[in-house]
């Protein structure tokens, strides 16, 4: 039977975290998240970018990049049930990545943030959406989120691109898209996408810099 693992979101449901961290606390746990959650990502990288340049330019039809993140990640789901424990998660780090990370701190930091629907569980398609948003913009991360025909990508393609991301996600994404449009036309250049990508990851995934006291 799969242990029930309670976890954190990013908007800051509870957790076995204690309720006041300082802020040096704080900042290593973001540094350490993003690490973790990296880790994983880079022993999918190969399979990603294989997944990626197989959209052969597709559009309206075309997969989002938690699609192409989920197959991959599904491996990792070794019991077959939809959703990753802390220990399938751990395995596939120690496998992809080298590195034995602490069940604490997988629950902490790797978990907590993609708990979209706050149902203290990490479903795979949840943990998909959370990579996608550590995906390297490039020409085939442009080519998949533009459906519309026109280049660059807009609000509604961003959105519709990343999926469901919360209510943090869905404060975020806007807000990061506006600072990242420096040209004021609606649409993000690649440059300008990496900006807003950078953003959206940090405001969803890093947000273990509230100090509670």
């Known amino acids: 039977m799969q242990q029930a693992v309670v976890v954190r979101s990013a908007a800051g449901r509870a957790c076995g975290r204690p309720a006041s961290v300082k802020s040096s606390d704080a900042a290593r746990a973001v540094a350490d998240a993003a690490i973790s ?21 597709a ?5 989002t990049p938690a699609d192409l993140v989920r197959p991959l ?7 077959g049930d939809g959703f990753l424990d802390v220990d399938e998660i751990r395995g596939a780090m120690q496998r992809n990545g080298g590195v034995t ?20 569980m990490i479903s795979v398609d949840e943990f998909s959406r959370g990579l996608a948003l550590e995906l390297e913009v490039d020409e085939r ?4 989120m533009e459906r519309d025909g026109q280049p660059g990508v807009s609000l509604e393609e961003l959105q519709a691109g990343l999926g469901d991301l919360g209510q943090t996600g869905n404060d975020v994404l806007p807000v990061a898209f506006k600072l ?3 040209d004021r036309n609606g649409r993000l250049d690649p440059e300008e996408a990496e900006s807003a990508m950078q953003l959206i990851s940090a405001g969803i995934m890093g947000d ?3 100090d509670d006291e």
């Open 37 to 57: 959650r990296r880790s994983v990502l880079l022993g999918l990288a190969g399979g990603v970018a294989s997944l990626t340049s197989s959209t052969n330019g």
């Open 59 to 63: 559009r309206a039809a075309g997969p």
């Open 73 to 79: 990640v599904q491996k990792m789901d070794e019991n």
């Open 101 to 120: 990370v602490p069940r604490e701190t997988v629950i902490r930091d790797v978990m907590a943030p993609v708990d979209f629907d706050d149902d203290g």
């Open 141 to 144: 991360w442009m080519r998949t």
């Open 180 to 182: 990242a449009d420096k």
């Open 208 to 210: 273990f810099g509230e």
